[in-house]
């Protein structure tokens, strides 16, 4: 209770700014459950198709590359207030699309939104919340993210009985929190760290006041980036180190195949074997397991730290991907696996590499080049997500052991990214971001 009351305002602006990651949640997975009308009502080949859905990714890879400016230029709330709105013109314009061009424009906007507030998002947490609670209200970000998620499994499954329109019901109800977005923003500060960065002393001093963390700005002042603003460069050779982290780390992210998961979770249930109805219900289970594995991460991940969490995801992941190949392999006699594969595969990506990686990025950068840095990460992440997920609807059907050469891909490569954590990843669990820099 003492904890609640002393990180209370901490707690409040964090939750309201992870409500961005909800909508990415949301974003990101509910296309799912509408791709496979969008296919049959424009008529799409596999090519066309993969690119529809990545359509979204695009705009999300060009929203994460250029985030940084104007999150550094103008702050981080106001960028945030803008992906609100961005947000909701594209829940608007997708449930509304009545030519195919038209609703890869809205989707691009809505892959815009994702990608800077991928980036935004995150940083605003890490700069606003104390060190010892830093990793569980920056892993907030997170846990919005697969609630959002699984929110857009439910809807899918609830709305899939509309009829051949039901599409634009899954992709329209996101209006409804993009406008709770927009208006519960204009309640949060701006980031206290950006404040002092760019010499705005006195409203910085307030904001730190009203956390109770007023010694924070000593050591912003002492960490000597007050002034740069946004004239430090990232590329430089002192910040190597941070650079290849956050980039080898994101690119890991995606190589578990998590995002083709997401996004074409009823066509994989649908290529294992099982019908329509149940190929929709099935990826509501898996964003339950992932909803509650993010909760444990949650609450683990300052006690045990980010690097010892990613190992043991490492480990998991290998064996349930590797699993959910050899299902694949066994064709239709083996569908019923696929399923408890998956949870298991999710439950360890969500208490690793979900949790950890928008904690991660956010945290290892100095102050003057967080946004740059952020942005750095977000963009390989997210460049990683629109090939895999182009990619997987080609070689899926391709091949008829399509499904069993992607997941045997995924799992190796959980394998080599076991090996370059234990060797390389450092520890930042209870270090204030100016000792972080320091180490670094």
């Known amino acids: 209770m003492n904890a609640i009351s002393k990180y209370g305002f901490a707690i409040r602006c964090s939750l309201i700014a992870s409500l961005g990651g909800f909508l990415f949640g949301f974003e990101t997975a509910v296309i799912s459950g509408a791709e496979k009308n969008i296919q049959q009502l424009w008529t799409l080949n596999s090519f066309w198709q993969g690119f529809t859905v990545s359509a979204s990714l695009i705009g999300t890879v060009i929203g994460a590359m250029v985030a940084s400016i104007p999150a550094q230029q103008f702050g981080r709330k106001k960028v945030l207030i803008v992906v609100a709105l961005a947000y909701l013109c594209s829940a608007v314009g997708c449930a ?19 990608g800077v ?31 959002g998620i699984f929110i857009a499994y439910l809807t899918n499954f609830l709305f899939v009985g509309l009829g051949d329109e039901a599409w634009r019901w899954m992709l329209g109800i996101m ?16 980031s206290p760290r950006w404040l002092a960065i760019n010499s705005y002393n006195d409203k910085a001093h307030a904001v730190f006041r009203k956390l109770g963390e007023e010694e924070a700005m000593n050591s912003v002042l002492q960490a000597d980036q007050v002034g740069k603003g946004a004239h430090d460069r990232l590329f430089q050779k002192k910040y190597l180190k941070p650079i290849l982290y956050a980039v080898i780390l994101a690119m890991f992210n995606q190589l578990s195949g998590i995002n083709a998961i997401l996004y074409y979770a009823p066509r994989i249930f649908e290529l294992a074997g099982f019908d329509q109805k149940l190929a929709y ?7 339950g397991a992932n909803l509650l594995f993010t909760c444990l991460a949650m609450f683990f991940i300052d006690k045990f730290g980010r690097k010892r969490l990613l190992l043991i995801g490492s480990l998991g992941m290998f064996v349930f991907l590797g699993l959910v190949a050899h299902a694949f392999s066994q064709g239709i006699a083996a569908a019923s696996s696929v399923l408890i594969y998956l949870i298991g595969f999710i439950a360890f990506f969500a208490f690793s590499q979900g949790a950890v990686i928008w904690v991660f990025i956010s945290e ?17 992440h997210w460049i990683m997500a629109a090939v895999i997920s182009w990619l997987f609807p080609i070689i899926a059907e391709g091949s008829p052991n399509g499904g069993y050469y992607s997941f045997i ?18 520890e930042t669990k209870g270090k204030s ?3 972080i820099q320091e180490a670094l």
């Open 96 to 114: 509304l699309s009545y030519t195919w061009l038209l609703f890869i424009l809205f989707r691009f906007i809505g892959g815009l939104a994702v």
């Open 433 to 435: 971001l100016e000792e």
């Open 364 to 380: 290892i950068f100095p102050n003057s080049v967080r946004s740059q840095g952020s942005s750095l990460g977000s963009f390989t």
């Open 281 to 287: 219900l099935q990826p509501v289970f898996i964003g």
């Open 175 to 190: 209006v409804v929190p993009s406008v709770l977005f927009f208006c519960l923003l204009q309640l949060v500060p701006e």
């Open 117 to 147: 507030s991928s980036v935004v998002g995150p940083i605003y947490i890490s700069e606003i919340a104390p060190a010892e609670r830093r990793g569980r209200l920056t892993a907030s970000f997170q846990f919005m993210i697969v609630l």
């Open 409 to 426: 891909f995924y799992s190796l490569m959980m394998a080599v990214s076991f090996f370059f954590i234990w060797r390389f990843m450092p």
